[in-house]
């Protein structure tokens, strides 16, 4: 098993630029999710997924979006890229809400 | 609101001694805490759980204890190796079917 996978590793992004980030996983869990982790700071939930067609918002949703259309995938979509953005982003997933995290090995972005 | 606290100053031991990690949070108790170890560059992986009902958990020279009185979780690693210098996190979930709050992490390095 390839477990989270996670591209890019890197992205350097212009202000007001767009991008996808990717996540597969290939564990058949139902929950996924997204972080940002900040220079010397814990994580920071950006969206969640219980399941294919099913997602909510995290503690820190504004700028991103998301979309589950099946178990494997996860993308986080950033528009409109602001310098707050940049980050280093992972992506999780769980067999349920109460049960380990699987972590991928995360993109780090820039945005200038 | 809930607050996560860990020492954000790194913790130097000796190799062969135990380190010990503390986690400290406000309010009321979390359904269950976890514990992730980072390695610079990587995504967190996961070390143990335990449950609000649970006093103490090991897993090989790991220990994790949780005390509802003090607000608190210790995690400890006994017989430390060079091989464990990294950041430790902790993360909690306070209600069944919220997810994860992570804290700040502490860095632990062990010295040969």
């Known amino acids: 098993n390839a477990g989270v996978t996670q591209t890019p590793k890197f992205r350097i992004l212009k202000i007001g630029q767009s991008m996808t980030l990717q996540c597969t996983q290939d564990?058949?869990?139902?929950?996924m999710y997204w972080y940002r982790q900040d220079p010397g700071m814990g994580l920071k939930l950006i969206y969640y997924?219980?399941?294919?067609?099913?997602?909510d918002k995290g503690e820190v949703p504004n700028g991103y979006n998301v979309s589950r259309s099946t178990t494997e995938d996860f993308p986080l979509r950033l528009e409109l890229a602001a310098p707050s953005q940049t980050s280093v982003y992972f992506c999780?997933?769980?067999?349920?809400?109460?049960?380990?995290?699987?972590f991928g090995p995360g993109t780090r972005l820039t945005v200038t | 609101s809930q607050k996560i606290e860990q020492n954000s100053e790194a913790l130097n031991i000796q190799e062969g001694k135990t380190a010990t990690l503390t986690c400290n949070y406000t309010?009321?108790?979390?359904?269950?805490l976890q514990w992730y170890r980072q390695d610079p560059g990587r995504g967190p992986v996961f070390l143990l759980l335990?449950?609000?009902?649970?006093k103490e958990k090991r897993k090989e020279r790991l220990k994790v204890t949780f005390d509802t009185t003090l607000k608190q979780s210790l995690f400890h690693i006994t017989a430390s190796q060079p091989a464990d210098s990294a950041t430790y996190l902790c993360?909690?979930?306070?209600?069944?079917?919220?997810?994860?709050?992570f804290g700040g992490g502490t860095r632990l390095m062990v010295k040969p």
């Open positions: 999780a997933s769980s067999p349920s809400g109460d049960h380990e995290q699987y």
């Open positions: 993360a909690l979930v306070w209600n069944a079917g919220n997810m994860l709050t």
């Open positions: 335990i449950r609000e009902n649970e």
């Open positions: 997924s219980v399941g294919a067609g099913i997602t």
């Open positions: 564990m058949n869990h139902n929950y």
């Open positions: 309010n009321y108790s979390p359904a269950y």
